[in-house]
Nanobody, 115 residues
């Protein structure tokens, strides 16, 4: 079992910024890709960004140029820096890892962007 712990959600005005953090208390964290997902009410969970063990990144088209995913392997933590936030970014954000063949999710952190 992996218990991912997320921090950093909250309420922000449109155009503002938030940084989400996700800690993964596992050995050899640096070897595992990590991802951020989000789910808004009535919508399916969607991928937002991911980062490989080598630091390569991918982003959903809707967040490209505004969000940045990064990782600190010394802290077993992955981050999502979110800038120029829009009301449509409002959702519960989850970090995720595939570890030993199983996908694990954090508990989610709410991000609300007011217009």
């Amino acid at each position: 079992q992996v218990q991912l712990v997320e921090f950093g959600g909250g309420l922000v005005q449109a155009g503002g910024s938030l940084r989400l953090s996700c800690a993964a208390p596992i050995s050899f964290f640096s070897l595992y890709p990590m991802g951020w997902y989000r789910q808004a009410p009535g919508n399916q969970r969607e991928a937002v960004a991911d980062i490989t063990k080598d630091g390569s990144t991918n982003y959903a088209d809707s967040v490209k140029g505004r969000f940045t995913i990064s990782r600190d392997n010394t802290k077993n933590t992955v981050y999502l820096q979110m800038n120029s936030l829009k009301p449509e970014d409002s959702a519960v954000y989850y970090c995720s890892i595939v570890w030993r063949g199983s996908r694990y999710w954090g508990q989610g952190t709410q991000v609300t962007v007011s217009s």
